[in-house]
């Protein structure tokens, strides 16, 4: 079993009917978290859980380049005025079947700066609405 590396890794967004890859990326989370609820009772001397609403959320910074369309996808969501949720793909290898993360997402920030002698680089950030899909 091999451990992968960022090199067979990728982020994709929807556009139209396809995914198509984010190509400079410095950088991607996904955060998933499921809320735990309790259920103990009165009388009872230990506290009990159940499992309570997912949540998933996440973020990455995009390095800019103004001929790729995966990054121009991205940052013009932003800018519409549409409220029509954004697909968002996490690959973590290329290489199989497995290893993908998808769901419907409101890209809900991007914030572009620029460094003197630096790249331009575009933090952005993202929550997925309903459940993902996909394998690890």
Do not use: C
Request: no cysteine.
């Amino acid at each position: 079993m091999a451990v992968k590396t960022s090199a067979t890794a990728q982020l994709k967004v929807l556009s139209g009917a396809s995914y198509i890859t984010v190509a400079k990326v410095r950088d991607v989370r996904l955060d998933m978290n499921r809320d735990a609820l309790e259920t103990t009772g009165i009388g009872q001397k230990d506290r009990t859980y159940a499992y309570g609403i997912r949540g998933t959320s996440g973020s990455g910074t995009l390095l800019y380049d103004s001929t790729d369309s995966g990054t121009r996808e991205v940052l013009n969501h932003i800018l519409s005025d549409t409220e029509t949720l954004s697909g968002v793909q996490l690959v973590l290898d290329t290489g199989t079947s497995t290893g993908t993360i998808t769901g419907d997402a409101l890209i809900t920030a991007a914030g572009p700066g620029v460094s003197v002698g630096d790249l331009i680089s575009i933090p952005i950030s993202f929550t997925i609405s309903g459940k993902p899909t996909g394998t690890f």
